[in-house]
């Protein structure tokens, strides 16, 4: 199975900042990644798939790059609503769909 | 407006068994898979299995397997995930999830099982 690791676990950051979470791969996944937000007592939300590929209506201040095992998410300018926990999901290699253990993004 | 509508909570005792389902809406829900996913209190996201419902072919993840069961019924446009024998560690909350090529699009609002003595 794909082990898929998240750096770092969590983060805190002012509104404005620019974000950027890493996710690695046990193994290379030819951008076989998604993105999900999960804001608390919701369910996760996609927001980009094959890695860079934006998910029909969410801000175009999200954005994803990488290739590989290596992969990153940022977030431009980061909004009050943007304060959440975010996973990494590869799909290259399934079954299992495995995701990354999750960042939390914090208000400083 | 294309959606996967979930069953409310539920509070189980150890050793009852439950279904719990997922009811999708505004697309052709024989044409995408739907997977469940668990989340265990203040942890991450853990896929369980999926199904295909246009045939009931299933996949479940190691952890699961033999513990849980997928269905679907494709008349109703329903999924379901089930278990014989709950445990309390089966406490979470768990979603239903609809795949799109491989990601997950559109997700339930999730279940909550508490399962106490």
């Known amino acids: 199975d794909i082990q898929m690791t998240q750096s770092p676990s969590s983060l805190s950051a002012s509104v404005g900042d620019r974000v950027t979470i890493t996710c690695r791969a046990s193994?290379?996944?030819?951008?076989?990644l998604a993105w999900y937000q999960q804001k608390p007592g919701k369910a996760p939300k996609l927001l980009l798939y094959?890695?860079?590929r934006l998910e029909s209506g969410v801000p175009s201040r999200f954005s994803g790059s990488g290739s590989g095992t290596d992969y990153t998410l940022t977030i431009s300018s980061l909004q009050p609503e943007d304060f959440a926990t975010y996973y990494c999901?590869?799909?290259?290699?399934?079954?299992?769909?495995?995701f990354g253990q999750g960042t939390k993004v914090e208000i400083k | 407006e294309v959606q996967l509508v979930q069953s409310g909570a539920e509070v189980k005792k150890p050793g009852e068994s439950l279904r719990i389902s997922c009811k999708g809406s505004?697309?052709?829900?024989?044409?995408?898979?739907i997977s469940w996913v668990r989340q265990m209190p203040g942890k991450g996201l853990e896929w369980m299995g999926r199904?295909?419902?246009?045939?009931?072919?299933?996949n479940y993840s190691p952890s699961f397997q033999g513990h849980v069961t997928i269905s679907a019924d494709k008349s109703i446009s329903t999924a379901y995930l089930q278990w014989s024998s709950l445990k309390a560690s089966d406490t979470a909350m768990y979603y239903c999830?609809?795949?799109?090529?491989?990601?997950?699009?559109?997700w339930g609002q999730g279940t909550m099982v508490t399962v106490s003595s």
């Open positions: 199904i295909d419902p246009s045939d009931s072919y299933t």
């Open positions: 193994q290379g996944i030819s951008n076989s």
């Open positions: 094959a890695a860079s």
């Open positions: 505004g697309y052709s829900f024989t044409s995408y898979w």
């Open positions: 999901q590869q799909y290259y290699s399934t079954p299992p769909w495995t």
């Open positions: 999830a609809r795949h799109q090529g491989g990601a997950f699009d559109i």
